[in-house]
């Protein structure tokens, strides 16, 4: 979204961190499981809904909220940001995308998890073609190549990219073009599997992400 990858946050209502950002959450009812109360959470408090969640991880150490001791079980998905249209709940003042890479100051351990995300999601761009949910169903080689920018936070080399994409044999020439939207026009290719997929443990990664230092890991 505006070449940049974002993150949903709400702006509290109610103490502990009233005003603050935070991911949208809340706690478990006993007649819910976890997956189903993450849906009705983000469904609840952003009206964003029908999204496919990967468990993410368990936080537990002690001291994250100042009411109890609270076990977090985040959830995260890859998600286009114009198919929702966002509105917040009575529980919260706002809702809104954020960059991944200029946060505000978050409520909770919050940091810390968008932290844990960032750096799983890089991983797996390594390995799987799990960063295609983010691209329209059609799309140039230099959009693909960009997302992938756009996530790792630097410059690929983009003929050794062509190379190995063509590699990997993931996508297929629509025989369509850009030419009514460019002066230089582009091919529009689309992806041969809708799904996530494994990349071939034979051939080297895509790309390959050499993680710097998270740019959200000293949140807290």
């Known amino acids: 979204m505006d070449e940049d990858l974002k993150v949903l946050l ?5 103490e502990p961190f009233q005003g603050g950002w935070s991911l949208p959450g809340g706690f ?6 976890l997956e189903q109360a993450a849906l009705n959470k983000l469904k609840e408090k952003t009206n964003a809904d029908h999204v496919y ?9 002690l001291g994250r909220d100042p009411r109890a001791h609270v076990i977090t079980v985040a959830y995260y998905a890859l998600v286009s940001s114009e198919r929702f249209t966002l509105k917040p709940s009575d529980a919260v003042s706002e809702v809104t995308w954020h960059s991944i890479y200029n946060l505000p100051d978050l409520a909770f351990d919050h940091g810390r998890i968008l932290a844990y995300a960032l750096e799983r999601l890089r991983n797996k761009l390594s390995y799987t073609t799990v960063g295609f949910q983010l691209l329209p169903e059609k799309f140039t080689l230099p959009e693909l190549c ?19 994409i063509a590699f990997l044999d993931i996508l297929e020439d629509t025989q369509e073009s850009t030419q009514e939207f460019s002066k230089k026009p582009a091919k529009l290719y689309r992806f041969k599997h809708p799904d996530v997929l494994d990349l071939p443990q034979n051939t080297k990664a895509v790309i390959s992400p050499k993680l710097p230092q998270s740019l959200v890991g000293n949140q807290s």
Do not use: A, C, P
Not at 28 to 33: A, G, K, M, P, T
Not at 53 to 61: I, N, R
């Open 28 to 33: 478990v009812h006993l007649n819910e499981d």
């Open 10 to 14: 709400v702006q509290r209502k109610t």
């Open 146 to 164: 960009r997302m992938y920018e756009i996530i790792l936070d630097r410059k690929i080399d983009k003929r050794n990219f062509r190379k190995k």
């Open 53 to 61: 969640l990967e468990q993410l991880y368990t936080f537990g150490e």
